[in-house]
């Protein structure tokens, strides 16, 4: 009972982040979900509660969605998603894991102290893309690597949280329907996950209304404080 009411004040307080800023709310939710609830429960339900508050944050900021920026990243990482899951098997994980979580730090603190990266060539911005989508393709942690892209490419809050949610949208859909097909989706995990649902609305609520008083330069550091936290995590 304990940790049913533990994994549900930390859904609150993850979607009150998701809510902000567009992401990191499974991010920082799921190594202590997967303590509470078993790593397999905790994916379920973080996926299904993510989805859902993205839906929110899509469908009620969609003036501010960039669609050929949105188009642009699910095509490369749809394609790097697919080579992702065929190197699953094939190559030494933990190291690449590590080189990639090294990379969002290097460019996260760069960020963070300043020495913004302003632009990115077209050519630049694909590989990105392509890298997030593998990484995400073999260990479903690619989004580091896409919040640095979007970072660069979405400058303005609102467009850069309403696009992101958008990407969760479509992979945490796909991601779904796999867990539906393999039988990971319980009668108990299912329920579960609803009930999960009205904290993290609870969240959604708070977190815009922090997001609407946060300025540019606040929303950015904060992106760039989650980025590390991000690139930490992939050591673990």
């Not at 699910?74 to 094939?90: E, K, R, T």
């Not at 073999?138 to 970072?151: D, E, N």
């Not at 990971?184 to 609520?205: E, W």
Request: net charge positive; glycine share 8%; with cysteine.
């Amino acid at each position: 009972m304990l940790q049913n009411v533990l994994f549900l004040i930390i859904v609150l307080v993850t979607n009150i982040i998701q809510a902000i800023t567009g992401f990191a709310g499974t991010l920082l939710a799921m190594p202590a979900s997967i303590m509470l609830v078993g790593a397999d429960d905790a994916k379920v339900m973080l996926n299904l509660v993510t989805l859902a508050t993205c839906v929110i944050l899509a469908v009620r900021n969609r003036k501010y969605i960039q669609w050929k920026i949105l188009i642009r990243i699910l095509v490369f990482m749809a394609i790097g998603m697919a080579v992702g899951v065929w190197l699953f098997d094939l190559i030494e994980l933990d190291l690449l894991l590590n080189i990639y979580g090294a990379m969002i730090l290097v460019i996260a603190i760069m960020n963070l102290a300043g020495k913004q990266i302003k632009h990115i060539a077209l050519w630049a911005g694909v590989i990105v893309l392509l890298v997030s989508g593998i990484i995400h393709g073999m260990f479903l942690s690619g989004g580091g690597l896409l919040v640095v892209y979007a970072t660069i490419v979405l400058k303005d809050k609102n467009e850069f949280r309403a696009t992101i949610s958008s990407v969760w949208v479509v992979l945490n859909t796909i991601l779904l329907v796999q867990q539906f097909a393999s039988g990971q989706i319980t009668q108990h995990n299912g329920i579960f996950a609803l009930i999960a649902c009205v904290p993290a609305l609870v969240g959604v609520l708070i977190g815009n209304k922090l997001h609407d008083r946060m300025s540019g330069q606040a929303f950015m550091r904060l992106t760039y404080v989650l980025l590390i936290v991000s690139g930490v995590l992939c050591f673990f």
